[in-house]
């Protein structure tokens, strides 16, 4: 009897401590979601709404007034169109370079490796604005500016890729390499043929990174761009707060919203492939 009671507490305080981290992290879950929620909801607000409660976090009735708005003060296909070559760009060229970087460093015998992998960490301590004058007047003198490239190439050349994909190169056994130099693969098929499949959590990983900073990247596309051409998303929607009197900011958040849309799209996709290869390689 006495046994019978001490497992109906232990069971009982197990489901207590399991109900309480799910409370925990439900929590936790609708504290993120709060400013995006508050972000969609005041997107579908109207201006004197807003104005006279402020604080209240539901409409009294739906309003899309404010995208018919966004859409019609910016060239919004143009500017998506923009930013998607700026972002995915900037990504695919990080990752084609920073895994044979990540691989030499990792897995290659050389004098100067620890130095090389010691620069490269340290550049992560440089702020981007010290590189900026130099960077922007060297595209400048070659007539870069408003270009894609302009946009592109300085940042083609990712150390935090090249770390994060070396740590995850440490943990890969040598006698995976061996066994392809022993079949014949040159250095060029390891790199691109046999670890590709063997990293895709840190290559996506890396991925997202590079590519949400750069979505929603707008110092470097505000100096580099002067022309809707070539002008990304986040310029366009800070634009829509300068236009007309007043902050009109049912239509900054409706911007905002259209912002950040395309990115959340592409992190559910990518988390998708990334917990499946997390359970492949696991299993």
Do not use: C
């Not at 702020?127 to 894609?148: D, K, M």
């Not at 790199?191 to 890396?206: A, H, Q």
């Amino acid at each position: 009897m006495g046994f019978q009671k001490t497992r109906a507490r232990v069971k009982l305080r197990r489901f207590a401590l399991f109900a309480s981290g799910q409370f925990g992290l439900l929590a936790l879950t609708l504290l993120w979601l709060l400013p995006y929620a508050w972000m969609v909801l005041t997107s579908l607000k109207t201006l004197p709404e807003i104005v006279a409660a402020p604080t209240r976090l539901f409409p009294e009735q739906l309003q899309f007034g404010a995208y018919r708005s966004a859409l019609a003060a910016m060239p919004l296909g143009r500017y998506l169109l923009n930013s998607t070559i700026t972002a995915l760009g900037i990504a695919l060229l990080q990752l084609l370079l920073a895994l044979p970087a990540a691989y030499a460093l990792g897995k290659l015998r050389f004098r100067g490796r620890s130095l090389a992998f010691g620069l490269i960490v340290a550049t992560l301590l440089v702020p981007a604005q010290l590189r900026f004058v130099p960077i922007f007047s060297l595209l400048a003198e070659l007539g870069l500016t408003n270009t894609y490239s302009a946009l592109i190439l300085p940042f083609a050349v990712s150390a935090l890729g090249s770390f994060l994909l070396r740590q995850a190169l440490l943990s890969l056994p040598d006698s995976i390499i061996e066994a392809a130099r022993l079949d014949g693969a040159s250095e060029f098929a390891i790199v691109f043929r046999l670890l590709p499949p063997l990293l895709v959590p840190s290559l996506v990983s890396v991925f997202l990174f590079s590519f949400v900073y750069h979505w929603n990247d707008y110092f470097w596309p505000l100096v580099m761009t002067t022309d809707d051409r070539v002008r990304t998303l986040p310029l366009g929607v800070a634009l829509l707060r300068e236009q007309g009197t007043g902050a009109r900011w049912h239509i900054v958040m409706a911007g905002n919203v259209l912002l950040s849309a395309p990115v959340l799209l592409v992190f559910a996709f990518a988390q998708r492939a990334l917990l499946r290869a997390v359970a492949a390689s696991t299993s």
